[in-house]
């Protein structure tokens, strides 16, 4: 008696809904649940519902793509917590062109570093919704991306013929007329007045020279480097420091050094451990005012200043007060690799406690460096040269380099300053303080 009843009504429900759809010629497309049993659409379509209000049947409905499903958009990466926006450098593409999935499409240059857009999917570059010159910010659109497109040729050069075409024929050349002589007189007279006269001097022409925007980081630069002149009381104190027992141990041991660690020894990584020393014994100079507190900070972050091409970057070796010479050089090594490359982060210049500059790789004898914000003081190394130094009562020719030590007067005393450089001068000069830390 069930089974009858059942048979019944799943009888009568597929009657009724073939009425209903013999009655709605119309309608396009229906869910697949309200005809589980009698119907199925292989490829259901989009189209709009042409129903009583008062039909008992329910529509149900599920999203389908668009006729533009294939499309991706390439959009601004995150920056980093500090930066929030970015200046549009370049495109490396131009519509019509084929990318590969994770491929550079654009570059963005922040205060800090130059960030890269890569494309989300493979596919053609159907146009750029941003220019050059923008500035955007994280998940701004900068391109559309076709999955499914081909490549375009719309950027291939025009043929000849068809220049040929374009171009209209140069119109034919005007005979010369003999009145134009006496304006030519005139003029040059006027010049040779101009010339002869003493009170007006004689500008370049405008022709040669150019104007062309700053990049986004040398704005940085600049406006970091006033604020510090601005902000700091900025003093400098000098020493020399011999370099002939440093030169001699990196002279004896470097081919072991390398055979063990794997890295040049060069340098900087004895500066750094001088620079370490001297701020574990004056801890004044690893400190920072912030408003009416002096902050003092217990670890050591030295950074490296490192010039590129698109100016100067202060990466930072994090820790250094826990690091042995191959720690450091390695550090070192591969901070400058990155920023030669322009691949550093935001988080590998973020922070230090004190910078070390060495202009002597450029032929600096002797300068005065700035400050770099947050922090108090600067150590500026510089070229090596041999000068004549009384050394126990002989005059000797010797490896001298000058120190410069810039520090901010409001924080640091000249008595701290001067026995902080000290420091590095005697450990320098004699690298076995450090093993007896002495």
Request: contains cysteine; glycine residues 6%; charged residues 25%.
């Amino acid at each position: 008696m069930a089974s009858r009843l059942a048979t019944r009504l799943l009888f009568r429900r597929r009657t009724a809904v073939v009425s209903f759809l013999q009655s709605y010629r119309h309608a396009r497309h229906f869910s697949t649940q309200l005809l589980e049993g009698v119907l199925r659409f292989s490829k259901p379509t989009r189209g709009r519902y042409l129903l009583p209000n008062a039909s008992p049947y329910q529509i149900w409905n599920r999203s389908f793509a668009s006729e533009n499903g294939d499309l991706v958009e390439a959009v601004v990466p995150h920056m980093g917590e500090s930066v929030t926006d970015g200046t549009l450098a370049n495109f490396l593409k131009k519509p019509g062109d084929r990318v590969e999935a994770d491929e550079v499409i654009a570059q963005i240059e922040t205060d800090k570093v130059t960030i890269d857009v890569s494309s989300p999917e493979a596919g053609v570059i159907e146009k750029f919704t941003a220019s050059e010159g923008d500035t955007v910010t994280p998940g701004t659109i900068i391109a559309t991306i076709s999955k499914s497109a081909a490549p375009s040729e719309a950027h291939v050069a025009p043929s000849k013929e068809t220049s040929q075409k374009e171009t209209p024929p140069p119109p034919p050349p005007e005979k010369p007329k003999v009145e134009e002589k006496t304006p030519k007189v005139e003029s040059v007279k006027k010049q040779a007045s101009k010339l002869a006269s003493p009170s007006e001097p004689q500008l370049p022409p405008k022709e040669r020279e150019r104007r062309v925007s700053m990049p986004r980081l040398r704005k940085r630069i600049a406006n970091r480097l006033k604020d510090s002149q601005n902000t700091f009381a900025l003093l400098t104190t000098f020493n020399e420091v011999d370099m002939t027992n440093l030169m001699k141990l990196r002279s004896d041991y470097k081919d072991e050094f390398v055979k063990k660690h794997g890295v040049k020894l060069g340098l900087m990584s004895c500066f750094v451990k001088a620079a370490v020393s001297a701020l574990q014994n004056q801890p004044i100079v690893n400190a920072v005012i912030d408003g009416d507190d002096i902050i003092y900070r217990d670890y050591i972050d030295i950074s490296v200043a490192v010039g590129t091409s698109k100016g100067l970057v202060v990466p930072v070796i994090r820790d250094t007060e826990g690091m042995n010479f191959a720690d450091i050089e390695k550090g070192i090594n591969s901070l400058a690799k990155k920023a030669t490359e322009g691949a550093l982060s935001i988080d590998e210049m973020a922070g230090g406690t004190f910078t070390i500059s060495n202009g002597g790789v450029y032929g600096s004898l002797i300068s005065t460096p700035i400050i770099n914000p947050p922090q108090s003081a600067i150590l500026g190394m510089h070229s090596i040269v041999q000068r004549p130094v009384v050394v126990n009562g002989d005059i000797l020719a010797r490896p001298m380099m000058y120190l410069a030590l810039t520090y901010d007067h409001r924080l640091i005393d000249g008595r701290e300053a001067v026995l902080f450089l000290r420091r590095i001068k005697d450990v320098v000069e004699d690298p076995r303080r450090l093993l007896l830390d002495i």
